[in-house]
């Protein structure tokens, strides 16, 4: 069964440093987003991406934040300078266009800001 | 805009008891809902979801859930608990007026006692 795979499963960075969370999404699906859950609450949403461009995000999602689809297959979160609240469980997803509304999510990464 | 309420961020059953966690939702437009199960530092794993049609939808593991309109509802239930449900449950919409992201609620910690 197709799924969506996410690497590294767990990153640990020094505050300040940039991080780049991968994923590679269901192959025919089109739509794409990142969601954070902090420990112990709410899946929240940052982004979502399609036709090659941002088509929403949040407030969450400020300057510090980046999402590139570099090639066919994967499709990247940068964080470009951490802070220690940005430590939390990052989540991709993506869904089809037939069938935008069900998105199929990763395993996550969780992203440790020391 | 579309929201998501979860009633109760703790439930305890005895294993072999009804489980029932319970949801409620805000929409505009006809709702897509999903229950999403979270085990102890995993990802997201789709449980049902409600598109249209069949008001009365089973999932995976046992889990069945009823979309009631007139009750902005969508609880999850369970007839008889396994000491393997133990986990956070997440209701969510999908939001249809702004884009496709899911839209999380604050999620229920589902404890089984032996």
């Given amino acids: ?114 | 805009a579309q929201s998501v309420t979860q009633l109760g961020s703790h439930v305890s059953v005895s294993e072999g008891a009804l489980v029932l966690l319970r949801c409620n939702y805000s929409s505009s437009v006809p709702p897509y809902l999903f229950w999403y199960v979270q085990y102890p530092n995993q990802g997201l794993q789709l449980l049902l979801k409600y598109t249209t049609g069949a008001t009365l939808v089973k999932g995976i593991n046992g889990f069945e859930a009823e979309f009631k309109k007139s009750e902005t509802s969508f609880h999850l239930t369970k007839p008889s608990a396994h000491m393997s449900d133990a986990a956070e449950y997440f209701c969510a919409v999908s939001d249809l007026t702004g884009g496709f992201k899911t839209i999380f609620g604050a999620g229920t910690r589902l404890f089984v006692k032996a």
């Fill in chain 1, 1 to 114: 069964e197709p799924e969506v795979t996410q690497t590294p499963s767990h990153q640990v960075t020094q505050m300040g440093q940039e991080v780049i969370l991968r994923c590679v999404p269901i192959s025919n699906h089109l739509y794409f987003y990142w969601y954070r859950q902090i420990l112990g609450q709410k899946v929240e949403f940052l982004v979502s991406f399609y036709n090659n461009e941002i088509s929403e995000k949040s407030e969450i999602f400020d300057d510090q934040f980046s999402v590139e689809r570099p090639d066919g297959s994967n499709f990247t979160l940068k964080i470009r300078s951490t802070k220690l609240e940005d430590s939390a469980m990052y989540f991709c997803a993506s869904s089809d266009r037939g069938a935008p509304t069900e998105a199929f999510f990763g395993q996550g990464t969780r992203l440790t800001v020391v």
